[in-house]
């Protein structure tokens, strides 16, 4: 093979995948030649894995496990300077009564209020995550998708949750979506790079195997389930596609990409079936916050209590954890 | 396994109603057999279960006689109304002992409790429901007007599903208005004596079930008694062959369903990863001992290295151990003899060549436990591509055209079961036709249903059981 130097190889993606994102027939043809998904072998498979039995030592592992994974979000119309303060008091002591309760991984907020966030967390280690590109439509024009990353990095985020451009993916589109990933990537600079498929609306896991591709070959660090803003969210089997495709990846490069469920993991419960997915489908190395996080704003106040239940032998009610 | 360690979850034992002693079950009662009595044990710890009361040939005689009174006296005069409630009563009851049940299949098989709680004892409960719909209708299941019954069932059954088996062998004998004897296998006799005493409970009439367990000379003078309809047998080809060989000739009603060498045939177009669990549950399903499980794996040679570096990974998440343990995914080989010949056809895959692959997973010291293995580079000529193994073994072949797929799938002495694995509907269309097999999945494998019905080709004998076609081998038509 003689080598080339196309300005493909000057991306990131590694060799063995660079033609497939030579062109936009090549990777049509790469996204539908991966292996078709199966819905009722995924949906079966993600039921029996939600039955493993996680209980004592084993829960207060996952429990803190699932804490230290999660992106505390608040993502309303109605945000203001003192709920973002508030949300950021909360990820640095989840539980004051319980010092040796870990940090949460990052807030995730608008924008416009990322500044606020770094801010309030300066010195904690924990991160500020930032909804970009005309969230959650994402129907807006590049310039401003650009803009709009390049000024939430800019305020101090260290990561970037963009949505994709679900209409051009359903057109079948790849090669913009592909090029605007891209780009987004080059706007984060340092900052990390969670790609939201928003899989509610991409309806089939075909097209979730072939967006979270998509999403991988042009640089995401993260794949991500949703925005919380379309039903349904996160799901078991939709996320099983994906920790598939993150291993499969890391199979063919030696690279480690991270998952990101977001919205409708309300429970201790529903957090830890994840914990077991992450387990068994990708493997133990992604039992981490920086292969792993979980988008959320109510579960944490119930993996507290859970915390509580497990440490004190009774439950305490929700007065006993704060609500910010 | 590493840093997320799961916590155990084991059934109680005490769930089970063990008791010390078991009895055969003739004409209603629970009697002292004449045979010398059994020690059942926990294939999971090697501990004697029960001791067990055995038949002598006497005591089938006697049984025989049973079943020919409450045939000729009873059953076979009630209206079928009235034998689908007997039916549907046995079917409630077993689902209310359905935990009981579980684990006492469990304690005494081997098999993982999740397998039995939620698959054996279901699917046997289902069973009857479902025969006991056909019990009014046979003038409908398109033999003509009011089908006759053959009179006494012989029945024996094999250890892998013990009550599984004995629910497909009681429950569309009794639907069509037979009386049945059964003899369980000689190392899990257990549920079919709880269900003897479901059968009490049930008020069914004494005699139309009964119960001898023993070893296979109890089979042989069962099958061979004189006053035998129907004999319906599941278990080893060999001893199939000797029963065909036993009673040709006489008028006896036949069915056989023995080995298999199923044929799991994967296309390069294929969802690979619930391929790889399909594959999964069609080799460590019930620890492979299913005569239809899919202990051949055809994949085309495009996708070869693909399939297999995924279904080692996956191989190596599956949980052996402790069968009661709801974590558990393969628990133990039933038997000393079992796991010895297991291990004696692995032996024979690595002279012959094979690669051999063995789960990383941690083995417990005592019971007899057998790690999920799983051999590349087998070439059809090798024994573990041709004989039946019998247990967590997957044997990985390798083909290159649709044609060559069918080719190989079908070159087997046996025919009772194959997967199809392909995206293409018209491909598996094609396949499930030149496929020379009982049952033929595609995109799945090991579903069953009562009303779907399953028997083999060849080597795995023949005769169907379940669905409207499983009612015949139990009519005189």
């Known amino acids: 093979m003689t080598a080339t130097t196309s300005s493909s190889a000057a991306t990131a993606t590694p060799s063995p995948l660079a033609d497939a994102t030579r062109d936009e027939a090549s990777l049509r043809r790469f996204l539908h030649g991966l292996p078709g998904v199966d819905q009722v072998g995924v949906e079966q498979r993600a039921a029996g894995l939600g039955t493993r039995s996680i209980k004592k030592a084993a829960k207060l592992w996952a429990i803190d496990t699932a804490i230290s994974m999660v992106d505390l979000t608040t993502l309303e119309g109605a945000d203001t300077q003192g709920k973002v303060r508030a949300l950021a008091a909360k990820a640095k002591r989840p539980d004051p009564e319980r010092p040796d309760t870990p940090q949460v991984a990052a807030v995730c907020v608008y924008p416009d209020m ?31 998708k650009l803009a709009d990353t390049k000024i939430a990095v800019d305020a101090g985020a260290a990561e970037i949750d963009m949505v994709i451009d679900r209409g051009a993916f359903l057109e079948g589109r ?32 075909d097209n979730v195997r072939r967006a979270s591709w998509l999403a991988l070959l042009a640089g995401g660090d993260f794949i991500k389930t949703s925005t919380g803003k379309v039903s349904p969210a996160a799901t078991l089997p939709v996320t099983h596609v994906m920790l598939q495709a993150v291993r499969d990846w890391f199979v063919q490069t030696g690279e480690l990409r991270g998952v990101k469920p977001a919205g409708g993991i309300r429970t201790t419960k529903d957090a830890i079936k994840y914990l077991v997915a992450v387990h068994e489908v990708a493997g133990e190395q992604w039992l981490n916050p920086d292969l792993f996080r979980f988008g959320a704003s109510s579960l944490l106040n119930d993996l507290l209590l859970q915390r509580r239940t497990q440490a004190d032998g009774h439950y305490s009610g929700p007065d006993y954890v704060t609500v910010d | 396994m590493g840093i997320f360690e799961y916590a155990p979850a084991p059934e109680s034992r005490d769930l089970a109603n063990l008791k010390s002693h078991y009895r055969p079950f003739v004409n209603g009662e629970f009697v002292d057999g004449s045979g010398e009595p059994l020690k059942t044990i926990n294939p999971a710890t090697e501990e004697v279960l029960a001791e067990v009361g055995t038949a002598s040939v006497s005591d089938v005689d006697t049984a025989v006689k049973a079943a020919r009174k409450a045939y000729n006296n009873v059953w076979s ?30 304690l005494d098989n081997g098999k993982p409790i999740k397998e039995s709680r939620d698959s054996d004892v279901p699917t046997a409960a289902a069973h009857f429901f479902y025969h006991a719909g056909w019990a009014d209708k046979l003038d409908y299941a398109g033999y003509g007007p009011n089908p006759k019954p053959l009179g006494v069932a012989g029945q024996v059954i094999p250890w892998n599903f013990p009550l599984l088996m004995l629910a497909w062998k009681i429950a569309p004998a009794l639907a069509t208005g037979n009386t049945v004897v059964l003899k369980p296998a000689e190392t899990t006799p257990l549920t079919a004596l709880v269900f003897a005493e479901i059968c009490q409970q049930a008020e069914l009439p004494p005699g139309v079930v009964n119960i001898l367990p023993g070893a296979g000379d109890i089979g042989a003078a069962l099958v061979g008694h004189g006053d035998v ?46 391929a790889v669990e399909g594959i999964v549950n069609g080799i460590f399903f019930n620890q492979g001992h299913v005569c239809c499980a899919g202990s051949r794996l055809l994949v085309q040679e495009s996708v070869a290295e693909e399939v297999l570096e995924k279904l080692r990974y996956r191989v190596s998440t599956l949980r052996l151990g402790d069968p009661l343990d709801k974590n558990t995914d393969i628990g133990a080989i039933n038997s000393a003899e079992q796991l010895a010949k297991i291990k004696g056809l692995v032996e024979s895959g690595d002279a012959e060549g094979a690669q051999r692959w063995t789960s990383p997973c941690p083995v417990p010291e005592r019971g007899f436990f057998f790690a999920p293995t799983v051999f590349s580079d087998v070439q059809q000529s090798m024994r573990i591509a041709r004989e039946e193994i019998f247990g967590p073994v997957l044997s990985v072949l390798t083909f290159r055209t649709p044609d060559e797929a069918v080719t190989k799938a079908n070159n087997t002495p046996y025919g009772l079961s194959a997967g199809i694995w392909t995206e293409k509907g018209s491909r ?48 005189d038509v």
């Open chain 1, 114 to 144: 990322v500044e606020t966030a770094v801010e309030a967390l300066r010195g904690t280690g924990i991160h500020v995550a930032s909804v970009a590109t005309g969230f959650p439509a994402g129907r807006t024009s590049r310039e401003i």
């Open chain 1, 174 to 205: 790849y090669l913009e979506v592909f090029e605007e990933i891209q780009a987004i990537k080059a706007a984060c600079g340092s900052a990390h790079l969670k790609v939201i498929l928003e899989t509610g609306e991409l309806a089939t896991y």
């Open chain 2, 77 to 106: 005069k009630m209206p079928g109304s009235e034998r689908a409630k007997y039916l549907f009563r046995i079917a409630r009851l077993i689902q209310e002992r359905s935990r009981e049940l579980a684990v006492l299949e469990s």
């Open chain 2, 229 to 274: 309809n129907k004999v319906a047998f599941t278990g080893s080809t060999e001893v199939g062959k000797a029963i065909q060989r036993q009673i040709a000739g006489t008028a006896k009603k036949l069915t056989l369903e023995l080995g298999g060498k199923a044929a799991n045939v994967v296309f390069d177009d294929a969802p690979l990863d619930q």
């Open chain 2, 428 to 475: 598996i269309l094609w396949m499930a036709n030149q496929l020379r097999a009982g049952v033929v999945w595609a995109n799945t494998f090991n579903r069953f249903d009562p009303a779907a019905p399953f028997g083999g080709y060849q080597e795995s004998g023949f005769g169907r059981e379940g669905g409207r076609t499983g009612l015949e081998a139990y009519l």
